[in-house]
């Protein structure tokens, strides 16, 4: 008799990593300033800022135990001296049921999955810019593990400096004497 299933079902639900589905969860863009600010891109430089934050948390109530939702927010704007020319911000989301050992866990939400979403993350923003009246913003790739060793070191430090500040407010005061001091 052989053991292997008749269908990859069984072998999918062990995979360490499985996209159950991914969506929009929010997508929002403003153009205040149009039409004027579609002419001064003519002539301007416009400056752009690109802000990535990813965001993952366990989906309770769930028949499967280990099915993660994670949110890639992605927000943009460009601006001609000051002027808004476009605010636009994407919530992209996905479900992942992962079968993979407690201490990668995090490093497979904050890296793994983020790194999945983004291609369609990015698709949606250029489109949503374009159809705005604009060039497209073309996002280039991220590094999600950089990102999560950078936020991993800025847990670390924030972690030092306040038990650094829990002891200094402990330790007793050495040297200091109650009382006047003599002149």
Do not use: W
């Not at 079902?9 to 929010?26: E, F, M, R």
């Not at 366990?58 to 499967?64: A, L, N, R, S, Y």
């Not at 050992?101 to 949606?124: D, G, K, Q, V, Y």
């Amino acid at each position: 008799m052989n053991d292997t299933p008749a269908n990859g079902a069984d072998q999918q639900q062990d995979a360490p990593l499985s996209i159950n589905g991914q969506y929009v969860k929010d997508l929002s863009f403003e153009s205040p300033n149009s039409p004027g600010i579609l002419a001064e891109l003519q002539n301007k430089q416009p400056e752009v800022k690109v802000n990535v934050d990813v965001k993952a948390g366990k989906i309770e109530g769930q028949p499967v135990d280990n099915m993660f939702e994670v949110i890639l927010s992605v927000s943009a704007d460009l601006k001609i001296e000051g002027t808004v020319g476009f605010i636009v911000e994407l919530d992209y989301a996905g479900v992942f049921t992962l079968n993979v050992p407690e201490e990668h866990l995090s490093a497979m939400l904050l890296i793994e999955c983020p790194r999945m979403l983004f291609p369609f993350a990015r698709n949606i923003l250029a489109d949503m810019t374009r159809d705005g009246g604009f060039v497209p913003l073309f996002l280039q790739p991220i590094d999600f593990a950089a990102l999560y060793q950078a936020n991993l070191e800025n847990q670390t430090e924030q972690l030092d400096k306040d038990v650094a500040d829990l002891v200094e407010k402990k330790a007793p005061t050495e040297g200091k004497t109650k009382g006047k001091a003599k002149k």
